[in-house]
């Protein structure tokens, strides 16, 4: 089907900076004002699957991360992940030969903090998906 499914799992590209406790936590996806932001012109559905830190992924995850691309009725997904873990995760989804083209990004800072490397980032992953 055409259109991109963009899944979320997480990772820093979706973490908030808590001021009063001065930490990392999650809290809601930033995915659904990005792609406002970036006026994406192709069919975009967005699923949050999970929010977690990748250190903190387990195999119940992976799995819950493949049977959502199984799922998906589009066949190009882009997942956001967190970047320690996201090998793991590849070593999961790529064996299952799903004949989907799914695209793995990250960041190493948070969208919500100045200077993040995150939406580059996510336009790379947008731009890679398309043309694999």
Known sequence: MEGIRILITGGTFDKH????????T?????LPDIIKQVRITVPVELEINQLVDSLE??????????AACKN??????????GT???????KVLGPAGLNKTIVLTG?????SVAGSDALFNLGCAFTAVQLL
């Open 84 to 90: 320690d873990r996201m090998v793991d995760t590849a």
């Open 57 to 66: 992924m387990g195999d119940q995850d992976r799995q819950n991360i493949l």
């Open 26 to 30: 999650f809290k809601n996806s930033h």
């Open 72 to 81: 998906a009725k589009e066949d190009k997904i882009l997942i956001t992940h």
């Open 107 to 111: 960041a190493m800072v948070p969208y």
């Open 17 to 24: 900076y808590d001021e009063l406790k001065g930490v990392l």
